[in-house]
């Protein structure tokens, strides 16, 4: 398998970071997981524009430009013959001295690395996945903005581990107020009364690329939606649920907190928004 490091391709044996890199030593970098389908990389341009929001809020200067940036991509799927896969771009801040200042960090470290996928198993997308909501709450966005793909992911991490401990895939996170802010690595929506509704970046989701798609996919289908606060009763009584992330794509919610969603069986709407995705994914793409 062969890296894409800073300015190059390298085995992977030989792709290795320091130890006094800041990515490392304070998870002070960002990053990007992007989905290549058939030769085609969705969505490339709104990751790379994440990309760049994330590397402007943390005061991370890019040395690459996006064009650059797309073609170091996709030369490393080439390079690796990937015609289906994952690719992970990760910046970090780079090697630095023992301390929290950026001021010694002079060289930002690029990473590239594109696989295959574990993909969820065929069963939770034709019967639906059971979810609950755990303790762990999303970081304020006056802490850490949620908006910032950021290498810091122990907020996520905590949330994940106590679904895991309860014996469930994902799990539900709420903000500081008690509002639904999103999956620990997925964004939640909720078909109530013909109407979509997810909650805003501002209650602490992330502007995930294929909750973005989720929402054309509404406009196409005519289906209303709407940016709104959302309970744990307003999930409950939900008619249908699903989450959409690069790696889950979109997978219907059948149970929540031992609540089963409307019958308890994926929805209707959400088998709609399903099959419009796998659609457009080798449509809107950047041919590698
Ligand atoms: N919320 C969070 C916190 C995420 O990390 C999403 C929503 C969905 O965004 P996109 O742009 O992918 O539609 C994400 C992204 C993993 C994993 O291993 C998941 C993500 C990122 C990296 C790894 O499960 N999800």
């Known amino acids: 398998m062969k890296i894409y490091m800073n300015d190059r391709l390298v085995d992977r044996k030989d792709a290795k970071v320091s130890v006094f890199d800041h990515g490392l030593l304070y998870g002070d970098g ?9 030769g085609c990389i969705f969505k490339l341009d709104a990751h790379l524009e994440r990309l760049e929001f994330s590397a402007k809020a943390i005061m991370l200067p890019l040395p690459w430009s996006r064009a650059a940036l797309t073609e170091a991509i996709c030369e490393t799927c080439r390079a690796n013959k ?12 780079g090697e630095g001295s023992l301390g929290l200042s950026i001021k010694n960090c002079e060289e930002p470290q690029l ?30 966005p006056s802490a850490l903005p949620p908006a910032v793909k950021s290498l810091n992911y122990l907020n996520n991490i905590l949330a994940k581990i106590e679904a895991q401990h309860l014996g469930y895939h994902e799990a539900i996170m709420l903000n500081d107020q008690g509002y639904v802010a999103e999956c620990t690595g997925d964004n939640v929506f909720v078909i109530h009364k013909g109407k979509l509704i997810t909650p805003a970046a501002s209650a602490g989701a992330l502007k995930g690329i294929t909750r973005a798609t989720a929402l ?10 709407e ?8 999930i409950w009584v939900a008619n249908e649920l699903f989450l959409t992330g ?33 659609a457009i994914v080798t449509k809107d793409g950047t041919l590698i």
């Not at 406009?219 to 209303?224: A, E, F, G």
């Not at 940016?227 to 307003?234: F, G, I, K, P, Q």
């Not at 979109?250 to 099959?275: M, N, Q, S």
Request: aromatic fraction near 10%; hydrophobic fraction near 40%.
């Open 82 to 93: 990937l015609k289906d896969g994952y690719i992970r771009l990760v910046v970090t801040r």
């Open 246 to 278: 690069t790696a889950a794509e979109i997978i219907p919610i059948v149970e929540v907190d031992a609540r089963p969603i409307g019958d308890g069986k994926p929805g209707p709407i959400t088998a709609k928004f399903l099959a419009a995705f796998h």
């Open 227 to 234: 940016e709104a606060n959302l309970t744990r009763y307003d």
């Open 30 to 38: 960002i990053f990007e997981g992007i989905r290549l389908y058939d």
């Open 216 to 225: 054309e996919i509404a406009d196409k289908l005519n289906l209303p939606w």
């Open 111 to 140: 990473i590239i690395i594109a696989d295959k996928i574990q993909l969820y198993p065929e069963e939770f997308y034709k019967n639906g996945l059971k979810i609950i909501t755990v303790p762990t709450r999303r970081c304020n």
